[in-house]
């Protein structure tokens, strides 16, 4: 079973950088599709990026050309760096593990870490 811990969340300003790391452990990482969702106060859980076996990418419209995912298979590590922050990210990032194909449904991830928050003061 896949465990997930993420790190690198905080309290910075809007236009700001943060990059969030989600280090697995207990399984083959590389065989793994990779996401990254966040849930803000009262909200559901939303799709924000994810990123394939062979590191194709799929993101959420509204952080196109702000946000990365990347991954490190040798580190059994997945990042999403984040630029030009806004208010509206603010939320508790998770990130989560699939067996299966890169897909925005969170139904499809098998394994999800604790999150961590951000948040982003105008």
């Known amino acids: 079973q896949v465990q997930l811990v993420e790190s690198g969340g905080g309290l910075v300003q809007a236009g700001d950088s943060l990059r969030l790391s989600c280090a697995a452990s207990?399984?083959?990482?590389?065989?793994?599709?990779m996401g990254w969702f966040r849930q803000a106060p009262g909200k559901e859980r939303d799709f924000v990026a994810g990123i394939g076996r062979s590191s194709s990418t799929y993101y959420l419209d509204s952080v196109k050309g702000r946000f990365t995912i990347s991954r490190d298979n040798a580190k059994n590590t997945m990042y999403l760096q984040m630029n030009s922050l806004k208010p509206e990210d603010t939320a508790v990032y998770y990130c989560?593990?699939?067996?299966?194909?890169?897909?925005?449904?969170?139904?499809?991830?098998?394994?999800w870490g604790q999150g961590t928050q951000v948040t982003v003061s105008s």
């Open positions: 207990r399984g083959t990482f590389s065989n793994f599709v």
């Open positions: 989560a593990a699939s067996g299966t194909i890169l897909t925005r449904a969170a139904y499809n991830y098998d394994y």
